[in-house]
């Protein structure tokens, strides 16, 4: 079974500041993808960033980059130059080698402070 | 470019009703999904369809039922509604089954309150 575990509730980051958010992961499948979500207080559920357990560099976009350590199953959010706009709530999640399901950790709640 | 649509956005049941929640996408996907968000415990995949004419389990499965109506819909039926099935219900959608590095489409979520 897979399983992902964020341990951080809460984090509290000032503006323009770079932030890492932690996430771990546990599967038995040689081949699976790693995703970020971005949840502001609106509800909708945002895709950030992606990473594949083949691909040789960590993969970025923007702002956001991944610490992807494929050894130790991790798989961090790294935001640079937090803006208050990236106050939300952060998930990661991993999917199968089947691509059929799609597991979420609980999340972490950011608060950026101006 | 709609993307993917629940409906309803807001609903409050009383205790032993039944309701179906819809959830339709227009991106041409396969895979659709029904999860349920819970504070503290992230999202729960409650049931998904692979693709069209076929469902499975997930890992928060009962007191549930869904049905692929078409490759455009995915529903999910409560029969008897619990006050423990309050919670924020949300459809997403997948380009292809088979793939791990495609992401998921979120519908808007809808809110749900059993009493």
């Known amino acids: 079974a897979q399983k992902i575990t964020q341990t951080q509730p809460g984090m509290f980051v000032q503006e323009k500041e770079a932030v890492t958010l932690d996430c771990t992961y546990d599967?038995?499948?040689?081949?699976?993808?790693l995703f970020w979500y971005k949840q502001p207080s609106s509800g909708e559920m945002i895709f950030l960033i992606y990473?594949?357990?083949?691909?040789?560099q960590n993969a970025t976009e923007g702002r956001y980059s991944l610490n992807f350590q494929k050894a130790r199953k991790s798989a961090n959010l790294v935001i640079s130059a937090s803006q208050l706009g990236d106050s939300a709530m952060y998930f990661c999640a991993i999917i199968n080698t089947g691509g059929f399901k799609t597991i979420f950790g609980a999340g972490t709640r950011l608060f950026v402070k101006a | 470019n709609a993307g993917v649509t629940q409906t309803p956005k807001f609903q409050v049941l009383k205790t032993g009703q039944s309701m179906t929640l819809q959830c339709a996408q227009d991106?041409?996907?396969?895979?659709m999904y029904w999860y349920r968000q819970d504070p503290g415990m992230g999202l729960r995949l409650i049931y998904y369809s692979a693709s069209e004419g076929t469902t499975d389990k997930g890992e928060v499965p009962n007191g549930y039922n869904v049905s692929r109506l078409n490759k455009r819909e995915f529903s999910l039926r409560l029969e008897s509604a619990a006050p423990s099935q309050t919670s924020v219900y949300f459809c997403?959608?997948?380009?292809?089954?088979?793939?791990?590095?495609?992401?998921?489409?979120f519908g808007q979520g809808t809110r749900l309150t059993v009493v």
């Open positions: 990473q594949g357990s083949y691909d040789q």
């Open positions: 991106m041409n996907h396969n895979s």
């Open positions: 997403a959608s997948r380009t292809f089954t088979g793939a791990v590095n495609t992401e998921a489409f």
């Open positions: 599967t038995s499948d040689p081949s699976y993808g």
